[in-house]
């Protein structure tokens, strides 16, 4: 959510095959933006989807199971949004329309997305505030739209028949542990990786990890 291909610049340059970051701007529902992705997919592709990324993976599996060959999984959630969370999300677009995403984002950087030593890494912070900055309020309101609206996805876990993975910061505050375990019980054969010092952004917190993980599943 409000990121761009920046998130997964690591793992870009270390892949020896193409790599396509799907444009999530588009549109305020899950179903859509499946139905995007797919249309501009490969006929048959490995998907690495991290937080609304990875909530979005569901769905496409939901609609093409058949053309995805493996899945990773990261930070992300498998429930749908609770009636508290659907609330603050009210609040948030309000805000964001208002003039203050900036605020949003440099008020939620440190606490929530990051581990606790990566907190003044001002490269990582500078990446995440200019990408949701370039985004804009107008993204934030469909991606938050759309990852309010979402369906429950634990159902789906038990149904992912392909090699997958299940990747998580420990100290991740806004997917925890927790989720993670449930997902890598439920969907058969997935490996968890949880990774230490580590918080929401595994991709760009512990890229080296991330990378090597997702290398591993997709040789598989």
Known sequence: MMCDERLWSHQIAAMSVPVQVADLSKSD???EMAEQVLAEAPPR???AGLSMGGILAFEIWRQAPERV?????LDTNPHPDTPSKKALRFEQISAAA???LEQLAIESLKPLYL?????NDEKILETILDMALKLGPEVFERQSLAVMNRPDSVPTLADISC???????REDAICPVGFHELMAQEIPDANLVVIDDCGHLS???APVVVTEELMRLFAQ
């Open 29 to 31: 529902n899950l179903g």
């Open 45 to 47: 592709f490995a998907l």
């Open 69 to 73: 060959t493996h899945v990773a999984l």
């Open 98 to 100: 208002s003039g203050k």
């Open 115 to 119: 581990a606790e030593k990566n907190r």
């Open 163 to 169: 090699p997958s993975s299940v990747i998580c910061g």
């Open 203 to 205: 991709s760009m917190e």
